[in-house]
Structures are given as structure tokens and as C-alpha cells.
T-cell receptor
Framework: AQSVTQPDIHITVSEGASLELRCNYS??????LFWYVQSPGQGLQLLLKYFSGDTLVQGIKGFEAEFKRSQSSFNLRKPSVHWSDAAEYFCAVGSLIQGAQKLVFGQGTRLTINP | GAGVSQSPSNKVTEKGKDVELRCDPI?????LYWYRQRLGQGLEFLIY????????KSGLPSDRFSAERTGESVSTLTIQRTQQEDSAVYLC??????????FGEGSWLTVV
């Protein structure tokens, strides 16, 4: 069965500092991988996705993620965070079934930004 | 509409009552999904619909939960005899075949 682990429940970084959020997955085949962000009281917004090809994926808001098959990881990075990046971040692994993406989510990492 | 629309945005109900949550997917999206998010937790898959295929109901937590979809349009998630543990945000999402999933803002359900 698919599963996603986000080891860090809560991370605090200073504005302008670099960021890395960890994600490890368990999946038997080549996974579809996603990072979503959820701001307080809002729905989920897709940051980036990996389906195949280049293992370094660029997303919106200056985020990127790298797929490492040998480590079963898909860590999210940003070189310099902004106060507006404070939110909950979810990693997800998906399987394509009859044209539908069935996603399994991690528990999320809450990001706090210190001024 | 431009995005996935859910209603009501907030619902407070008494334990034992039935509730219905509605989702309007993005036009043209063949797949529709329901997820549940309990306070401080990740998202749990409930059910998805894809075209004319039989829905995948494997995530529904009990027989009190059911969902229907009219063609490739509106979906309704029904929770019968609500319990306090049903309190959560219920998120609907939709996608074109094999493509990115877009989420609505959710229906916040509180059972008192």
C-alpha cells in the first residue's frame, strides 16, 4: 500500500533563510508525487508535481523539489522564504486508476516564519 | 465556475442528525474526489468518481457515509446519524483524466 511520511510536524525558519521540507514515500511502481500548500482557512493549492522525466521539478512561488528514487524521497526546497510562505505543506503520492488520481497524503508540516 | 465550489462552507449540526455536503466540480472535469481532514491532521481519501466507472468507495469510514454524483456534474456527500468524530473539513476536488487535481475550499462540519 502507498504511504507518505513527513517527519517534521512543525518547522520554524527565519525570513530569508533557506527551507527544506522532507517527504518519504512508499510505493511499488514509479510514483506520481505532489506538494500542496494550505494557508489557514483555505483549500489546498498545488505547488508542484512529478510524473516523470527530470527529477528536479520547479513549482510556483519559487519552490522546487527533487525526486530521489534511491532514497524514496521528494523533498521540497526554497532558497529564501518569505513571511507569506507560512502555511501547512502536504506531500502526496498518487496512483492513476482509470484516469483518476487517487492521492495519499502525508500528515503535513506546519511552517512558521520568524521575522 | 472558475474553481471547485463547495457548500455549505460551514455547518454546525446536532449529534444524530443527517447532513449533506455539496460539490460543484470544475466544468469538464471527469473525476471528482472527496477527502476528509480532521483538525491538525492530513487528508484522508473517502471516495472518487471517474466518468461512468463504478466509484471507488474504499475510503468511506462507515456505512453512515455515502456519496452520489450526477453524470459528470454535482456531487453530494451524505453523513447519516452524525457523530462527534465526524467533525472535520470535507474537501472536494476534481480533475481531467490523469491530470492535476484541484481542491475546493472545503466544508467545515462541526457536530455538537
Amino acid at each position: 500500500a502507498q504511504s507518505v511520511t513527513q517527519p517534521d510536524i512543525h518547522i520554524t525558519v527565519s525570513e530569508g533563510a533557506s527551507l527544506e521540507l522532507r517527504c518519504n514515500y512508499s510505493y511499488g511502481a514509479t510514483p506520481y508525487l505532489f506538494w500542496y500548500v494550505q494557508s489557514p482557512g483555505q483549500g489546498l493549492q498545488l505547488l508542484l508535481k512529478y510524473f516523470s522525466g527530470d527529477t528536479l521539478v520547479q513549482g510556483i512561488k519559487g519552490f522546487e523539489a527533487e525526486f530521489k528514487r534511491s532514497q524514496s524521497s521528494f523533498n521540497l526546497r526554497k532558497p529564501s522564504v518569505h513571511w507569506s510562505d507560512a502555511a501547512e505543506y502536504f506531500c502526496a503520492v498518487g496512483s492513476l486508476i482509470q484516469g483518476a488520481q487517487k492521492l495519499v497524503f502525508g500528515q503535513g508540516t506546519r511552517l512558521t516564519i520568524n521575522p | 465556475g472558475a474553481g471547485v465550489s463547495q457548500s455549505p462552507s460551514n455547518k454546525v449540526t446536532e449529534k444524530g442528525k443527517d447532513v449533506e455536503l455539496r460539490c460543484d466540480p470544475i466544468s469538464g472535469h471527469t473525476a471528482l474526489y472527496w477527502y476528509r481532514q480532521r483538525l491538525g491532521q492530513g487528508l484522508e481519501f473517502l471516495i472518487y468518481f471517474q466518468g461512468n466507472s463504478a466509484p471507488d468507495k474504499s475510503g468511506l469510514p462507515s456505512d453512515r457515509f455515502s456519496a452520489e454524483r450526477t453524470g459528470e456534474s454535482v456531487s453530494t456527500l451524505t453523513i447519516q446519524r452524525t457523530q462527534q468524530e465526524d467533525s472535520a473539513v470535507y474537501l472536494c476536488a476534481s480533475s481531467r483524466t490523469g491530470n492535476t487535481i484541484y481542491f475546493g475550499e472545503g466544508s467545515w462540519l462541526t457536530v455538537v
